[in-house]
């Protein structure tokens, strides 16, 4: 099942907002983050995709970098399709950029998404 940025930005949200009132819940998604994104989505994880949750002592950044471009300034076909729809490419679930969380209402919790 493919996500889409929407998806992926729900998912975020709602893994941070149950996390932030539920002791229970908090403790499975450090634990299984997989199964939490499952339990409050309905959907797994792409196959292959890490997923990694921290408490906020833990937390750093981590930054995807894209691939060397050759010299050439024009995109291959393939590399057009892959960003056609404004899709992520299927590898940057929630690794993309820093999004805000303000609209959750918890103040000083940050999520990742793709923009």
């Known amino acids: ?3 889409t940025m929407e998806d992926q930005q729900s998912a975020i949200a709602a893994v941070l907002k149950k996390a932030s009132s539920d002791a229970d819940f908090h403790a ?3 634990s299984d983050p997989a199964a939490a994104v499952k339990e409050v989505t309905g959907k797994d994880l792409p196959a292959g995709f890490k997923l ?3 408490p906020t002592t833990d937390a750093d950044l981590t930054l995807v970098l894209p691939d060397v471009q050759a010299d050439s300034q024009e995109l291959s076909d ?3 399709e892959s960003v056609a729809g404004g899709r992520c490419a299927g ?3 929630a690794s993309c ?4 969380t303000v609209g959750l ?8 998404a793709c923009a």
Do not use: K, T
């Open 97 to 100: 950029a820093i999004s805000s």
């Open 28 to 30: 499975r998604a450090l």
């Open 78 to 80: 393939a590399e057009l």
């Open 1 to 3: 099942m493919s996500w």
């Open 52 to 54: 990694r949750i921290v």
């Open 91 to 93: 590898s940057c679930l």
């Open 105 to 112: 209402g918890l103040p000083g919790v940050g999520g990742l």
